[in-house]
């Protein structure tokens, strides 16, 4: 069974660089469409960026477009999310979610329910 354990939170300052590590283990990363997530307080949970089985198409939400990156390497069975120029609207829970979509697929979606497996979460807060 697939375990995901994200990793890299902290606080920052508007403006500044973080990157999240998911990691996977139980099951090979490989065969997973992978998304990223986050849910700022009193807001619902929203898709930030995802990235397909294949590695070919990855999407981002347009409020990070241009500023984030997501990618993944599969001999680490680690996801990432490069976030830089961050603002205060950045300020969540990011969590990442992984669906067994097959070693090429080329889908991926940046909706919360097409995705059964979720990490813990880790908290990014951007703050002066």
Do not use: H
């Amino acid at each position: 069974q697939l375990r995901l354990v994200e990793s890299g939170g902290g606080l920052v300052q508007p403006g500044e660089s973080l990157t999240l590590s998911c990691a996977a283990s139980g099951s090979y990363l490989d065969y997973y469409s992978i998304g990223w997530f986050r849910q700022a307080p009193g807001k619902e949970r929203e898709g930030v960026a995802c990235i397909t089985a294949s590695t070919k198409i990855t999407k981002y939400a347009d409020s990070v477009k241009g500023r984030f990156t997501i990618s993944r390497d599969k001999p680490k069975s680690t996801l990432y999310l490069q976030m830089n120029d961050l603002t205060s609207e950045d300020t969540a829970v990011y969590y990442c979610a992984a669906e067994d979509t097959g070693y090429y697929s080329d889908w991926c979606a940046l909706y919360d329910d097409d995705y059964r497996t979720w990490g813990q979460g880790a908290q990014v807060t951007v703050s002066s």
